[in-house]
């Protein structure tokens, strides 16, 4: 596709059920990223995925967050046990290495509401 | 902890003022330096990157970069109402990692 996409577009869910949210990044992009962006607040890095290599998860708040990303391209984020303090716009951005740098493609989101 | 500093703002100029957005960044080991546009209820686009000192201009943007001050920059002269949107500046990371630092953004307000 033309840009990265992500799905659902919004969610609304109730605390305690899990959730899975989507991501196609752009084709040939071999990095992936995925963030959470409270009301005001800035991007919160979750999760990183290059190529083959084991993704970094050192930005997964809770052992309830677990991302997967098959054959090194679409990923899906899974919350489990939804609580409150979930609720944010999650972001999926792929990235394109270019001479002098690396540039990141961000998705529309998908905003997530736990009631 | 490596930090990215942004005023939050509203910065409030004038259509047709230049807008002078600033960053400040902990990790002396950065080397590339990003600026995101984000509207309201959208997802960040970028709309500049700089890796060296100096200055770097497309279109009405300039990105300025002093590594020694630690200390990045983005002027947007001819300042259009359009250009009314959050501003996040962010910084890679040094020392093999991939992951980039954001700021927490400045909010720009151009009135007509």
């Known amino acids: 596709g033309a840009g990265v996409s992500q799905s659902p577009s919004n969610k609304v869910t109730e605390k305690g059920k899990d959730v899975e949210l989507r991501c196609d990044p752009i084709?040939?992009?071999?990095?992936l990223y995925w963030y959470r962006q409270s009301l005001g607040q800035g991007l919160e890095f979750l999760i990183y995925?290059?190529?083959?290599?084991?993704?970094?998860k050192s930005g997964l708040p809770s052992d309830r967050f677990s991302a997967e990303r098959t054959g090194g391209s679409v990923s899906t984020l899974t919350i489990q046990r939804t609580q409150q303090e979930d609720s944010a716009v999650y972001l999926c951005?792929?990235?394109?290495?270019?001479?002098?740098?690396?540039?990141?493609?961000f998705g529309p989101g998908t905003r997530l509401l736990v009631l | 902890q490596k930090e990215v500093e942004q005023n939050s703002g509203p910065l409030s100029v004038p259509e047709g003022a230049i807008a002078s957005l600033n960053c400040t960044y902990s990790?002396?080991?950065?080397?590339?330096f990003f600026w995101y546009r984000q509207y309201s209820g959208k997802s960040p686009e970028l709309i500049m990157s700089?890796?060296?000192?100096g200055d770097k201009e497309d279109g009405r943007f300039t990105a300025q970069l002093n590594k020694a001050s630690q200390y990045v920059s983005l002027l947007i002269r001819d300042s259009q109402p359009s250009d009314s949107a959050t501003y996040l500046c962010?910084?890679?990371?040094?020392?093999?990692?991939?992951?980039?630092?954001f700021g927490r953004g400045t909010s720009l307000i151009v009135h007509p």
């Open positions: 990790d002396r080991g950065s080397q590339s």
């Open positions: 951005a792929s990235e394109l290495i270019v001479a002098g740098g690396e540039t990141q493609y």
């Open positions: 995925f290059q190529g083959n290599s084991a993704p970094d």
């Open positions: 962010a910084s890679d990371s040094s020392g093999g990692s991939y992951i980039p630092t």
């Open positions: 084709s040939g992009h071999t990095a």
């Open positions: 700089i890796y060296s000192n």
